[in-house]
């Protein structure tokens, strides 16, 4: 199969590209810098063909995707920067990506008859109560711009094609780029303590097993909305470091705070970011293995890992 990446230079579609290509698809990755402007860690990706795309440019995308012609597209860009999108100067820039942008790659989908894979977030809900939130949901009330403007992506993509899986997935980390991992790693070397809120209840995302499982979705027709994070119990991210600086070796104390007394955010965050997953086992896919295990993963991979 033919594979079109966008957003190569992030997080997910570094990994997204490699485990295409490991599997013996043809990849060919997007983003809108001159050249890949990835880790340069000698994986597949770093080789593969790529084209600089602009996806707000509806020519653009319309003529990238009708030339290449893929089977499947798997949309990685994105607008991430959660409190940045609250700045006026900001907000139409987070639409045009998120929402425009998205609009613009499926309706060239359309046109070549190409599957299409939109990743989007727990955002699209409102945060509260503690009730996991279902894949078919349709109470959405985003509480921050960012949330807006994926929830803008995923009706973009539900209203203009029929060939479409919209991945909901929470608390992303992976090689490529910054993550809450890599900060608090920073923040915990630099400081004998740090206040981590443990009133915001979810699970984390490893993109390298999140790869894997939209390459196997992508290989069937069992389209629709699905929840994607890794496996291991609901936590807080008071828990989640924990867990992090204990398998780091660190000593770093970690006090808990609630969000408000944290304080520090200009975008209002979800309390409740719990997915299930459960339509994932009953479609017959892998559900990505527990948090703990993808952390340790992780660790070793950015030579973290305590010895």
Not at 100 to 122: E, L, Q
Not at 154 to 166: G, N, P, R
Not at 279 to 302: M, S
Request: glycine share 8%.
């Amino acid at each position: 199969m033919k594979f079109l990446v966008t957003g190569v230079g992030g997080q997910l579609g570094h990994d997204v590209m490699n485990e295409l290509i490991k599997r013996g698809h043809e990849g060919i990755g997007s983003d809108i810098a001159p050249e890949y402007s990835g880790v340069k860690d000698n994986s597949a990706v770093t080789t593969a063909p790529y084209i600089s795309l602009d996806i707000t440019d509806d020519f653009s995308v319309n003529k990238v995707i009708t030339s290449v012609n893929p089977d499947v597209v798997i949309h990685c860009a994105a607008w991430t920067a959660v409190d940045a999108a609250e700045d006026d100067e900001n907000k139409n820039k987070a639409h045009s990506i998120n929402a425009d942008g998205t609009r613009n790659i499926a309706a060239a989908c359309k046109k070549t008859d190409s599957k299409m894979i939109y990743i989007s977030t727990d955002y699209v809900f409102d945060g509260q109560g503690s009730t996991p939130w279902q894949p078919d949901c349709k109470d959405y009330k985003p509480l921050n711009v960012y949330g807006e403007t994926k929830l803008a992506g995923e009706l973009a993509v539900s209203s203009t094609i029929e060939k479409y899986f919209i991945i909901r997935i929470a608390w992303v980390f992976g090689l490529n780029g910054k993550n809450f991992i890599k900060t608090m790693l920073n923040v915990g070397k630099k400081h004998d303590e740090v206040r981590v809120v443990n009133d915001q209840i979810g699970t984390p995302t490893y993109t390298l097993d999140l790869s894997r499982l939209l390459i196997d979705m992508a290989e069937t027709d069992k389209y629709g909305y699905y929840h994607a994070t890794n496996e291991g119990g609901y936590i807080s991210w008071y828990d989640f470091t924990c867990e992090i600086y204990r398998q780091a070796g660190l000593k770093t104390k970690v006090t808990p705070v609630t969000t408000a007394e944290y304080g520090l955010s200009k975008a209002a965050r979800p309390f409740n970011s719990r997915l299930d997953k459960s339509k994932l086992v009953k479609n017959g896919f892998t559900p990505l293995p527990a948090w703990q295990d993808a952390l340790n993963r992780y660790l070793h991979e950015i030579g973290e890992l305590a010895d």
